[in-house]
T-cell receptor, first 113, second 115 residues
Framework: AQSVSQHNHHVILSEAASLELGCNYS??????LFWYVQYPGQHLQLLLK??????LVKGIKGFEAEFIKSKFSFNLRKPSVQWSDTAEYFC???????????FGIGTKLQVIP | DAEITQSPRHKITETGRQVTLACHQTWNHNNMFWYRQDLGHGLRLIHYSYGVQDTNKGEVSDGYSVSRSNTEDLPLTLESAASSQTSVYFC??????????????FGPGTRLLVL
């Protein structure tokens, strides 16, 4: 069965600091990978996704993620965070067909002005 | 604009009562999902459906049921609510028919408190 690990459960950064959130998955075959964001009091929104092609994926609000197949990783990055990036970030993987998506437990990011 | 809605947004109920949470999407998506979100567990899949009359169990389906009588709706029923079912419930939908590349779109969530 597929699984997703997010290594950082709570991250605190100052504004303008660089961000990298780790995500590893366990599945040997073809995968689709997602990062979702949940702002305080809101529902989950898609940040970016990887299906195929260029392993460096750019999403909304300056976020990007790199798929490294050999490391089973899909880490999320942003060069300079803003206070408005304070949210919870979920990595998710879809493998084996038929739309089942497995989510990581999430990483709470707090950006201090 | 197409959207996905959930009702109620907040619900307080008592142990043992039957509760139904509604989910309605206007995208005409084939696939619909119910998740619960709990601290330390992230999102866990409860039930899902790939089309009308199709329902499947997720990883935490005990005590829950769903039915899919039309494309737009996937109500989630807690047969006999338990305190362990206090959670935030999210409904999601996606396009595709068996294809596994589609993005899921989430509703605003329902906060359920079981006393």
């Amino acid at each position: 069965a597929q699984s997703v690990s997010q290594h950082n459960h709570h991250v605190i950064l100052s504004e303008a600091a660089s961000l990298e959130l780790g995500c590893n998955y366990s599945y040997g075959g073809t995968v689709n990978l997602f990062w979702y964001v949940q702002y305080p009091g809101q529902h989950l929104q898609l940040l970016l996704k990887y299906f195929s092609g260029d392993p460096l994926v750019k999403g909304i609000k300056g976020f990007e993620a790199e798929f490294i197949k050999s490391k089973f990783s899909f880490n999320l990055r942003k060069p300079s965070v803003q206070w408005s990036d304070t949210a919870e970030y979920f990595c998710a993987v879809n493998a084996g067909g038929y739309q089942k998506v497995t989510f990581g437990i999430g990483t709470k990011l707090q950006v201090i002005p | 604009d197409a959207e996905i809605t959930q009702s109620p947004r907040h619900k307080i109920t008592e142990t043992g009562r039957q509760v139904t949470l509604a989910c309605h999407q206007t995208w005409n998506h084939n696939n619909m999902f119910w998740y619960r979100q709990d601290l330390g567990h992230g999102l866990r899949l409860i039930h899902y459906s790939y089309g009308v009359q199709d329902t499947n169990k997720g990883e935490v389906s005990d005590g829950y049921s769903v039915s899919r009588s039309n494309t737009e709706d996937l109500p989630l029923t807690l047969e006999s609510a338990a305190s362990s079912q206090t959670s935030v419930y999210f409904c999601a939908s996606s396009r595709g028919s068996g294809a596994f590349q589609e993005t899921q779109y989430f509703g605003p969530g329902t906060r359920l408190l079981v006393l």
